[in-house]
């Protein structure tokens, strides 16, 4: 298979176990189970192998569709297209960085809910043009409703404005809900009445779109202590900020989600999950090309994207290999 002592079948199998468990496991389960002897060390080069290719495949149809100044082809039809995005922090090469997690969410023309995910330990710019080649695969550039749904992090609505402008941009309200708490705490203690009373006041009036109100109430706030100035500035300024991303009534009446759980969702399961067990190293590259195989086995077009792989992968694996003899 592609230069791999192993059936294009055995391959399939095997690849997608290694995408749901251990690399250790998934070759104890091909021994056990399937009678198929495949080491963990080939068995990680081998999956790494299948994730890069897919991994240059997706940057190949992004690069094309910006070279050519053309929208990339949509693959589904949505009558409502939904953009997630968060981070998690994954340990790589010695030191923690962040994986950024994307999910598109669609309703499409039958009805029905789909989405995809993409996870990548990549550059912030990279990392939005696969995110907007999925969206568009997914049928953004054609949805008559589309939106953005984040946390507060500055990078993710920098990625909103730059890639998804035409999106509806909704911050999370639990998010929100959170820095009240943190705020409502430095004035009236932790698990008191007045910090419950003051918190639900103020998150009734956002969830009502009252942001003046809201902010008239943290205005009020006597800050006489340097801590409790800065939780009220904090607070003030997270508010200010996002504004606009905080008309959770008219949300509700397009039918939006006004909470970013569907990412941080897959944060845990898409992730961490299977990259942060007790004892796993890892490096950056190693984990992307896991992750980009782990997307497709849970989005469930693993079997459709494995079935049109074989033949191009020997192509592509000699092109690397003289890429790399090359640069030596």
Wanted: hydrophobic share 40%; glycine share 8%.
């Amino acid at each position: 298979m592609a230069g791999h002592a192993i059936t294009p079948q055995a391959g399939r199998e095997a690849v997608k176990l290694s995408a749901q468990m251990t690399y250790a496991e998934a070759s104890e389960h091909l021994r056990e189970s399937h009678g198929v002897r495949i080491a963990k060390e080939p068995l990680e080069r081998l999956t790494r192998t299948v994730g890069q290719y897919w991994i240059d495949q997706d940057r190949k149809v992004a690069v094309q569709a910006a070279e050519s100044h053309q929208a990339i082809a949509p693959q589904r039809s949505a009558s409502q297209c939904l953009i997630f995005a968060d981070g998690v922090m994954v340990h790589t090469d010695g030191q923690w960085h962040e994986a950024r997690v994307g999910t598109v969410r669609i309703h499409n023309e039958a009805g029905k809910l789909e989405k995809s995910s993409i996870a990548r330990l990549c550059p912030l710019d990279e990392f939005g043009q696969d995110l907007w080649r999925k969206a568009c695969q997914m049928g953004y550039s054609q949805a008559p409703v589309t939106a953005f749904i984040a946390d507060g992090s500055h990078w993710l609505w920098g990625l909103a404005q730059g890639r998804f402008s035409g999106a509806i941009q909704i911050v999370d309200f639990w998010h929100v809900c959170q820095h009240v708490s943190e705020c409502s705490v430095a004035f009236f203690g932790e698990g008191t009445d007045a910090t419950r009373q003051w918190s639900l006041e103020v998150c009734g009036n956002l969830r009502a779109g009252l942001v003046d109100e809201a902010l008239q109430m943290v205005e009020k706030l006597p800050g006489r202590s340097q801590a409790r100035r800065e939780a009220k500035h904090q607070l003030i300024t997270y508010l200010t900020n996002n504004r606009e991303r905080m008309d959770y009534p008219r949300y509700e009446k397009l039918g939006l989600p006004i909470g970013s759980g569907e990412v941080e969702a897959q944060c845990k399961t898409l992730v961490q999950a299977r990259c942060k067990q007790a004892g796993m190293r890892w490096s950056s590259l190693g984990i992307e090309q896991l992750l980009r195989v782990r997307c497709a086995v849970r989005d469930e077009s693993y079997d459709g994207q494995f079935g049109r792989w074989n033949e191009n992968l020997v192509a592509w694996q000699a092109r690397r290999q003289a890429s790399h003899k090359k640069a030596a």
